[in-house]
């Protein structure tokens, strides 16, 4: 999770390029991360090349720009950038030429993903770096069938991609180590918030525990427990409002006051016995399906899914600037833009 991913002995040297030579990006797929990707690249100033085969591909990313740049507006993201410097094409390798980076966010189809890497591979030249979007599959199992596995790299963002500052990266066993350490660079050049890790974990990092509330969460609307609307108070009136400051961690140092986590866990050690978590999935029946999306659809209260995103970015942006502010009230503007906050090409 920190300074390198050992080298594989059969990785091949890779003849990288600077950071700063790149200017051109190429999204492979733009639905609501591809897109939300492309937006970020266009505010960090680059020139964004896109390649997806659903046939209203364009007007989709059109809507998810022209929504997502008021938000970079806000945060002084972009200066001096162009909105409309992107391009759709219909062919896959006129869509990577001249770019020096590569973000794929297909479908999460695990073989879908292995054609399509092994697509790309085909035809990007092999000092390129690719980044998958991926939530969950690692880069050995989706390279299984590219020609130049060391560039391929695993670069996980959060939704939306033009907001949430983490990416976690980590290769695959044949990627090669400078290809991890070129992405994690590249990533952070654009202000990410980068994890790079050591070792392949499905989910990675948050997703993993992402995914333990989720699971407990569907229990709950199974079990007749808890509404999708209790759920979800539970963590933003709770636990959710200590989050952008400390994570889950530091949460429980503080919870063992002043005597910190050796008392926390001195305490609520034997909790970790109790029946306060199920984690297995449950099985998504049809009833639960229709009981968990009737009851987003009674938490959304008319709202549709624009309105919802507005307020979701409008709420992202005025607790990444407060939470800069009050980690650092000295330079809180910086702070709440980006780690670095002139990044680019
Ligand atoms: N939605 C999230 O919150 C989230 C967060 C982080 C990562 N991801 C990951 O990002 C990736 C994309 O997810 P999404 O939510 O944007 O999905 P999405 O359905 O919104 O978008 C997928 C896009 O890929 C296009 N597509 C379909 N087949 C393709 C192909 N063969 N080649 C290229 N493009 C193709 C579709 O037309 C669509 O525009 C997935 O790997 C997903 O796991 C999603």
């Known amino acids: 999770?920190?300074?390198?991913?050992?080298?594989?002995?059969?990785?091949?040297?890779?003849?990288?390029?600077?950071?700063?030579?790149?200017?051109?990006?190429?999204?492979?797929g733009a639905g609501t991360i591809g897109g939300g990707w492309a937006a970020y690249f266009l505010a960090r100033g680059f020139t964004v090349k896109v390649w997806d085969p659903a046939p209203d591909a364009a007007e989709r990313l059109g809507r998810l720009v022209d929504a997502a740049w008021?938000?970079?507006?806000?945060l002084d993201m972009v200066d001096g950038a162009a909105e409309d410097a992107w391009t759709v094409h219909a062919d896959l390798a006129e869509?990577?030429?001249?770019?020096?980076?590569?973000?794929?966010?297909?479908?999460?189809?695990?073989?879908?993903?292995?054609?399509l890497l092994a697509d790309v591979d085909?035809?990007?030249?092999?000092?390129?770096?690719?980044?998958?979007?991926?939530?969950?599959?690692?880069?050995?199992?989706?390279?299984?069938?590219?020609?130049?596995?060391?560039?391929?790299?695993?670069?996980?963002?959060?939704?939306?991609?033009?907001?949430?500052p983490l990416v976690e990266v980590?290769?695959?066993?044949?990627?090669?180590?400078?290809?991890?350490?070129w992405a994690a660079a590249f990533y952070t050049r654009l202000g990410k918030s980068v994890i790079?890790?050591?070792?392949?974990?499905?989910?990675?990092?948050?997703?993993?525990?992402q995914e333990a509330l989720w699971r407990e969460a569907l229990h709950m609307v199974d079990h007749g427990e808890a509404t999708v609307e209790q759920?979800?108070?539970?963590?933003?009136?709770?636990?959710?409002?200590r989050w952008p400051m400390q994570g889950p961690m530091l949460t429980f140092h503080l919870a063992g006051g002043e005597g910190g986590m050796a008392h926390m866990l001195d305490h609520f050690g034997p909790s970790l016995k109790s029946p306060w978590t199920r984690l297995d999935a449950p099985e998504l029946t049809p009833q639960l399906r229709d009981a968990v999306v009737a009851g987003s659809d009674q938490a959304a209260d008319g709202r549709g899914v624009a309105e919802l995103i507005a307020e979701r970015d409008a709420g992202i942006i005025a607790i990444r600037k407060l939470s800069a502010e009050a980690r650092a009230p000295a330079d809180a503007d910086d702070g709440a833009a980006a780690p670095t906050p002139d990044a680019g090409p």
Do not use: W
């Open 1 to 28: 999770m920190t300074e390198s991913t050992p080298s594989t002995p059969t990785a091949p040297s890779l003849d990288l390029s600077a950071l700063e030579d790149v200017t051109t990006v190429a999204c492979v």
């Open 70 to 74: 008021p938000a970079l507006r806000q």
């Open 95 to 115: 869509a990577v030429d001249g770019a020096g980076f590569v973000q794929e966010s297909a479908p999460e189809d695990l073989a879908m993903k292995r054609r």
């Open 122 to 164: 085909a035809v990007t030249p092999p000092d390129v770096v690719v980044g998958s979007s991926t939530s969950g599959f690692g880069m050995t199992e989706m390279a299984a069938e590219v020609d130049h596995p060391e560039r391929f790299v695993v670069g996980h963002p959060f939704n939306p991609p033009y907001l949430i």
């Open 170 to 181: 980590v290769g695959g066993e044949s990627t090669a180590a400078e290809a991890v350490d």
């Open 196 to 209: 790079r890790m050591d070792q392949e974990v499905p989910g990675f990092i948050a997703n993993r525990l």
């Open 231 to 241: 759920i979800d108070r539970s963590i933003t009136e709770g636990p959710g409002l």
